[in-house]
């Protein structure tokens, strides 16, 4: 059974810096797809950025682009998102997800968070203007 944690989150003023974390606990296989998702109170939740393990590809959110960045380290099995530049409009509770079933998705799909079977319990994240 594959379990998330998160970590990382807090206050910051904008344009300041965060790096979330996500380990990943238990049996995974080569490729998979790993995903942060936001929501912030009274808002749908976000697609931020995804990759797929094992393959290296990437996708990120309109809103993020040139501002986040996702990356894993397979020996430590954690999944981090590096958040630069950081904007009131970033605040949010940000859940890292996993996908172990889904063989393929588009990059629309790996923003979207229905195909995702595994959810971490959020991490806050504040952004003061």
């Known amino acids: 059974q594959v379990q998330l944690v998160e970590s990382g989150g807090g206050s910051v003023q904008a344009g300041g810096s965060l790096r979330l974390s996500c380990v990943i606990s238990?049996?995974?296989?080569?490729?998979?797809?790993m995903g942060w998702f936001r929501q912030a109170p009274g808002k749908e939740r976000e697609g931020v950025a995804s990759?797929?393990?094992?393959?290296?590809?990437?996708y990120y959110a309109d809103s993020v682009k040139d501002r986040f960045t996702i990356d894993h380290d397979n020996a430590k099995k954690k999944v981090y998102l590096q958040m630069n530049s950081l904007k009131p409009e970033d605040t949010a509770m940000y859940y890292c997800a996993a996908d172990t079933w889904t063989p393929t998705m588009t990059a629309l799909q790996a923003l979207r968070g229905h195909l995702y079977n595994i959810w971490g319990q959020g991490t806050q994240v504040t952004v003061s203007s």
């Open positions: 238990g049996r995974t296989s080569g490729t998979y797809y």
């Open positions: 990759m797929w393990i094992g393959v290296g590809s990437t």
